[in-house]
């Protein structure tokens, strides 16, 4: 089983700064990584497909990176409305898995 | 634009087996290639992947949960169902239907576990 680990756990940011959340595999897994936002009560939503693919109506301030091992989410100029927790999947091989999430938290 | 709606009971004893039909509008479940899938939150905490079905009836499972788990299609009905055997507390979760890599979420509907 792939094991995904992301740091940090939780991140308190101040409106217009950048966030960065890592997602490290434990083993490689291609570009078969993607990201979800999901707030309090919502389902998550696709943010970005594939590593670096941004979903259709996604803000252009959210961005993904890696490919491998090490994969990235950079939030550019982080709004209000970004205050959620994130997750990474990955699903080159079964069971598809999840990282643990990391909650933004707006300062 | 494809709509999942997850329905089934809130409340299910210990030892039971949890029902949950999610169904598909806006489309036909079989005139796609998706896997059509199942995943889990229990309160409070991460995502959890329990399976994918195809229409034609290929099914994936996750080997924590392979032995009671039952994921299964109606095409006619345009819908699919899962079915989770022996529960414990430790099933208590918001039950997503999902096509997660294209964007495709119900609502979620939380089941608990309880005598």
């Known amino acids: 089983e792939v094991v995904l680990t992301q740091f940090p756990d939780f991140q308190s940011v101040t409106p217009g700064e950048k966030v960065t959340i890592t997602c490290r595999a434990s083993q490689h897994i291609g570009i078969s990584l993607h990201w979800y936002q999901q707030k309090p009560d919502q389902s998550p939503k696709l943010l970005i497909k594939?590593?670096?693919q941004s979903f259709s109506g996604v803000p252009s301030r959210f961005s993904g990176s890696g490919s491998g091992t090490d994969f990235t989410l950079t939030i550019n100029s982080l709004e209000a409305e970004d205050a959620a927790t994130y997750y990474c999947h990955q699903s080159t091989s079964l069971p598809w898995t999840f990282g643990q999430g990391t909650k933004v938290e707006i300062k | 634009q494809l709509q999942l709606q997850e329905s089934g009971p809130g409340l299910v004893k210990p030892s039971e087996t949890l029902s949950l039909t999610c169904i598909v509008s806006?489309?036909?479940?079989?005139?796609?290639?998706?896997?059509w899938g199942w995943i889990r939150q229990p309160p409070g905490k991460g995502l959890e992947w329990i399976g994918n079905?195809?229409?034609?009836?290929?099914?994936y499972y996750n080997p924590s949960l392979k032995s009671r788990i039952n994921i299964s299609v109606d095409t006619s009905k345009n819908y699919f169902s899962l079915k989770l055997s022996f529960v414990t507390a430790a099933d208590t979760a918001v039950y997503y239907c999902?096509?997660?890599?294209?964007?495709?979420w119900g609502q979620g509907t939380l089941v608990t576990v309880s005598s």
């Open positions: 999902a096509v997660p890599l294209n964007g495709y």
């Open positions: 806006g489309g036909s479940i079989s005139s796609s290639s998706y896997y």
């Open positions: 594939d590593a670096s």
């Open positions: 079905i195809h229409y034609s009836g290929s099914t």
